[in-house]
């Protein structure tokens, strides 16, 4: 459950009151993906993922599978909450 901070794209919320990130592909290790499921957020519909921690299996947030059109360049990004993040990954 590691992030690489050069692998943020942006800031926002997961919800109204949880502070998240989106990250690319390349910038997330250590996760499970969950079954596909289909959510209406605010920014549209999305098939999402369930993203929990490879090790503790606590919920960390979500991966955009598909978007709606507006929406494209988020396909294959993740959305995930600040707290239980650690980072900056270092090698």
Do not use: Q
């Not at 909450?81 to 650690?86: H, Q, R, S, V, Y």
């Amino acid at each position: 459950r590691r992030v690489h901070g050069d692998h943020m794209r942006w800031s926002g919320m997961m919800g109204h009151e949880e502070p998240a990130k989106n990250y690319s592909r390349e910038g997330v290790i250590n996760v499970r993906l969950g079954e596909k499921y289909d959510k209406l957020l605010t920014s549209g519909g999305y098939v999402l993922r369930a993203v929990s921690c490879a090790r503790c299996n606590t919920y960390l947030g979500w991966k955009y599978i598909t978007a709606h059109a507006a929406n494209k360049d988020r396909e294959g990004t993740f959305m995930l909450m600040d707290a239980p993040l650690e980072g900056p990954y270092s090698d």
